[in-house]
């Protein structure tokens, strides 16, 4: 799925040649580990009530509440109870949503419009940070996909105006930013090599060092929407495999840690269809992918969820 306007799709990559700053990052203590995989400092939950991410999710089913046609790329908040997306307005300009609900499993109230935050051009992935305070996406407002973020002081306010994230946006269309548990690092897909694939960015304090391809996910095909664990030991993420119809598959890949490549992606067949099927967030216990399908003929948000 991408903007009626000016999308274009980022590449993929492998890890960073040294790894030390994430993997010490993602490492430092036990118990940071466990609440970051189970939820970064949002959500509290031990790694016994984790889903195991070999088992398959069950039939998807729509995300309850969200019933607009043309919906794309779901994001939530750490507790499930805020969820971004993108709609088209009525020129076709890709403009960012909003919606909550009083429980991580009940329907959401009606979307509203993050005026803050969206232009007159495209704004669309959006990606809320482990604390809830700042917002990471896309937008085309300087002529080229690019990533932005906007902050607010706290969960009940409204986002204050973007900023471009400059050490991310290289010469080359970038976007579908995934931000990695408590900010490890940032996950996106670039156009540098002229065909979608999936870059990651490692955190310096407040911003992000060059971007690093993840070669072992990396093929003719496009790859991108990287959408990973806490401690990057699963990704979710597209390629484009035309088979019998199909256009955007959903594939994933797993590793034992961050040192280490990725395993041979495999598709995840209980998820895709005939039509375009693509990942947008995975929540902290890996039980629940929310992902955008249009086996509908239209673009809707659906959730799959797999038992602990």
Request: glycine share 10%.
């Given at each position: ?161 973007p900023s471009e ?127 955008t399908s249009t ?14």
């Amino acid at each position: 799925m991408r903007p009626a306007r000016a999308f274009l799709l980022l590449l993929g990559g492998c890890l960073f040649p040294d790894l030390g700053g994430i993997v010490a990052t993602a490492d430092a203590g036990a118990d940071a580990d466990a609440a970051d995989e189970s939820g970064g400092d949002a959500v509290s939950a031990d790694a016994a009530t984790l889903c195991d991410p070999s088992t398959p999710f069950g039939t998807p089913a729509p995300v309850p509440g969200i019933t607009l046609q043309g919906a794309e790329n779901p994001r939530l908040s750490a507790d499930e109870t805020e969820i971004f997306f993108q709609v088209y307005d009525d020129v076709g300009a890709a403009d960012i949503v909003h919606a909550t609900r009083a429980s991580a499993l009940g329907g959401f109230g009606s979307p509203s419009w993050l005026t803050s935050v969206n232009s007159t051009m495209d704004d669309w992935d959006p990606m809320l940070s482990a604390d809830g305070v700042t917002l990471v996406f896309a937008s085309d407002r300087s002529g080229v996909d690019g990533v932005y973020r906007a902050t607010r002081p706290s969960v009940s306010a409204d986002f204050g105006s973007p900023s471009e994230v400059a050490a991310v946006n290289v010469p080359f269309d970038v976007s579908k930013p995934y931000v990695q548990g408590t900010n490890v690092a940032l996950w996106y897909e670039s156009q540098a090599t002229g065909n979608g694939d999936i870059y990651v960015a490692a955190s310096i304090g407040s911003d992000y060092g060059a971007g690093q391809l993840v070669t072992e996910l990396d093929t003719v095909a496009e790859e991108g929407f990287p959408v990973v664990n806490a401690l990057a030991t699963v990704i979710y993420f597209f390629r484009t495999v035309p088979d019998a119809g199909t256009n955007e598959d959903v594939w994933t890949a797993r590793r034992a840690n961050a040192s280490l490549p990725f395993e041979t992606p495999v598709p995840v067949t209980e998820l895709n269809s005939a039509s375009d099927d693509t990942p947008g967030w995975l929540s902290p216990d890996l039980c629940r992918l929310y992902f955008t399908s249009t086996r509908t003929g239209s673009s809707l948000l659906y959730v799959a969820t797999r038992t602990p």
